[in-house]
C-alpha cells in the first residue's frame, strides 16, 4: 500500500460510518501495518484503536499490544492529568483568578466514552490578558517550573501571542496559559478569525468544580483552531473530538450556521462537518 492508502486506513479504522471487515484488513503487509502504527502513534490514535478494534482478530497481536499497551499508558496518564487540572485551577481560584479549561479537559471526561481514549498533551487554560502574567507568576511561586527561558518579556507574549511559554506542574503535565482563542490577526499568512474571549467567559458552564466553554463555544474553538490556526496540521483526532462533542450535546445548527457566517469560519466548519460525516456518519 502506498502512504496515502494508509492514512486513509488508518482514518476508517479511527471512524465509526462503516465497519472494517476483517477480509479487507487481511491484505495489509506487515510492513505496512507498522507503517500504520507509526502513523496512529504520531496522531494520539492507538488509544481509541484499541478500544475501538481490541476484538478485530485481523489486527496484528504485535500492533494490537502496541495499541493495547498507549491505552493503558493513556487511560493512567488521564488520572495525572486530571488531579493536576484540578488542583491548578484550584490554586489559580484561591488567588482570584476564573481559568476556564479548553479542549481536551473537557472532551476527555465529559465527552468520550472514557478519558483514555482521548490522550492530552498538555492542560490549556484561558485567562484574559490583564491578568494572565500575574496568573503565570503566581504558578511559579507555588512550585510550577519553566521548562526552558521565554524567549521575550512575558509582556510581548500578551501583546503577540495566544499563550505564555509553558509551565511544568509538579507532576510533570505542561500547562498553557492562555489569553486568547487563537492567534491575533495578522500574525500568521492566513485569516485568523477574532475569538469572542469575552463571550466564552460570560457562557461558561461549571461541570465538576471546574469552568469549561459552554458546548457551542467549545466546538467553535475546535474548528477555529484546527483549520485557521493549524490548517489541519493538527491531525484526524478533531474529527473524533467533534464527534464526540457533538454527540454528547445538541448544538442548535441554524444559530451556529449564522454565527460560523458572521464570524468568518463558515468554509472551515463545513469541511470538517464533511469529514465527520464521511467517517463517522451523521
Given at each position: 500500500?502506498?502512504?496515502?492508502?494508509?492514512?486513509?486506513?488508518?482514518?476508517?479504522?479511527?471512524?465509526?460510518v462503516?465497519?472494517?471487515?476483517?477480509?479487507?484488513l487481511?491484505?495489509?503487509?506487515?510492513?505496512?501495518?507498522?507503517?500504520?502504527?507509526?502513523?496512529?502513534?504520531?496522531?494520539?490514535?492507538?488509544?481509541?484503536?484499541?478500544?475501538?478494534?481490541?476484538?478485530?482478530?485481523?489486527?496484528?497481536p504485535?500492533v494490537?499490544?502496541?495499541?493495547?499497551h498507549?491505552?493503558r499508558?493513556?487511560?493512567?496518564q488521564?488520572?495525572?492529568?486530571?488531579?493536576?487540572?484540578?488542583?491548578?485551577c484550584?490554586?489559580?481560584?484561591?488567588?482570584?483568578?476564573?481559568?476556564?479549561?479548553?479542549?481536551?479537559?473537557?472532551?476527555?471526561?465529559?465527552?468520550?466514552?472514557?478519558?483514555?481514549?482521548r490522550?492530552?498533551?498538555?492542560i490549556?487554560?484561558?485567562?484574559?490578558?490583564?491578568?494572565?502574567?500575574?496568573?503565570?507568576?503566581?504558578?511559579?511561586s507555588?512550585?510550577?517550573?519553566?521548562?526552558?527561558?521565554p524567549e521575550m518579556?512575558?509582556?510581548?507574549?500578551v501583546?503577540?501571542?495566544?499563550?505564555?511559554?509553558?509551565?511544568?506542574?509538579?507532576?510533570?503535565?505542561?500547562?498553557?496559559?492562555?489569553?486568547r482563542?487563537s492567534?491575533?490577526?495578522?500574525?500568521?499568512?492566513?485569516?485568523?478569525p477574532?475569538?469572542?474571549?469575552?463571550g466564552?467567559?460570560?457562557?461558561?458552564?461549571?461541570?465538576?468544580?471546574?469552568?469549561?466553554?459552554?458546548?457551542?463555544?467549545?466546538?467553535?474553538?475546535?474548528?477555529?483552531?484546527?483549520v485557521?490556526g493549524?490548517?489541519?496540521?493538527?491531525?484526524?483526532?478533531?474529527?473524533?473530538?467533534?464527534?464526540?462533542?457533538?454527540?454528547?450535546h445538541?448544538i442548535?445548527?441554524?444559530?451556529?450556521?449564522?454565527?460560523?457566517?458572521?464570524?468568518?469560519?463558515?468554509?472551515?466548519a463545513?469541511?470538517?462537518?464533511?469529514?465527520?460525516?464521511?467517517?463517522?456518519?451523521?
Open positions: 500500500m502506498n502512504t496515502r492508502a494508509i492514512r486513509r486506513l488508518l482514518l476508517d479504522l479511527a471512524g465509526t462503516r465497519p472494517i471487515e476483517s477480509a479487507s487481511s491484505v495489509v503487509s506487515d510492513d505496512d501495518w507498522t507503517t500504520l502504527d507509526d502513523l496512529a502513534g504520531q496522531h494520539r490514535l492507538c488509544p481509541l484503536l484499541y478500544a475501538i478494534h481490541r476484538a478485530q482478530p485481523a489486527v496484528p504485535r494490537l499490544e502496541s495499541w493495547h498507549e491505552y499508558a493513556s487511560a493512567l488521564s488520572l495525572v492529568i486530571r488531579a493536576d487540572l484540578a488542583e491548578c484550584r490554586l489559580l481560584e484561591q488567588r482570584g483568578f476564573a481559568p476556564i479549561a479548553l479542549k481536551g479537559a473537557y472532551l476527555a471526561w465529559h465527552a468520550y466514552p472514557e478519558a483514555a481514549q490522550p492530552l498533551r498538555d490549556d487554560l484561558l485567562l484574559t490578558a490583564d491578568t494572565v502574567a500575574d496568573a503565570h507568576a503566581a504558578l511559579l507555588e512550585g510550577y517550573s519553566q521548562p526552558e527561558p518579556a512575558i509582556a510581548d507574549y501583546r503577540m501571542d495566544k499563550h505564555l511559554p509553558p509551565l511544568i506542574a509538579p507532576r510533570g503535565t505542561a500547562i498553557e496559559i492562555h489569553h482563542l492567534m491575533p490577526h495578522g500574525a500568521l499568512d492566513h485569516f485568523t477574532a475569538g469572542d474571549e469575552a466564552v467567559r460570560q457562557r461558561a458552564i461549571r461541570v465538576d468544580g471546574l469552568s469549561f466553554p459552554c458546548p457551542e463555544d467549545m466546538l467553535v474553538h475546535l474548528i477555529v483552531h484546527a485557521h493549524h490548517r489541519l496540521d493538527c491531525g484526524p483526532l478533531v474529527l473524533t473530538d467533534i464527534r464526540h462533542l457533538v454527540s454528547a445538541a442548535d445548527g441554524d444559530r451556529f450556521s449564522a454565527r460560523a457566517r458572521a464570524e468568518g469560519w463558515l468554509g472551515g463545513q469541511l470538517l462537518f464533511r469529514l465527520v460525516r464521511q467517517y463517522h456518519g451523521a
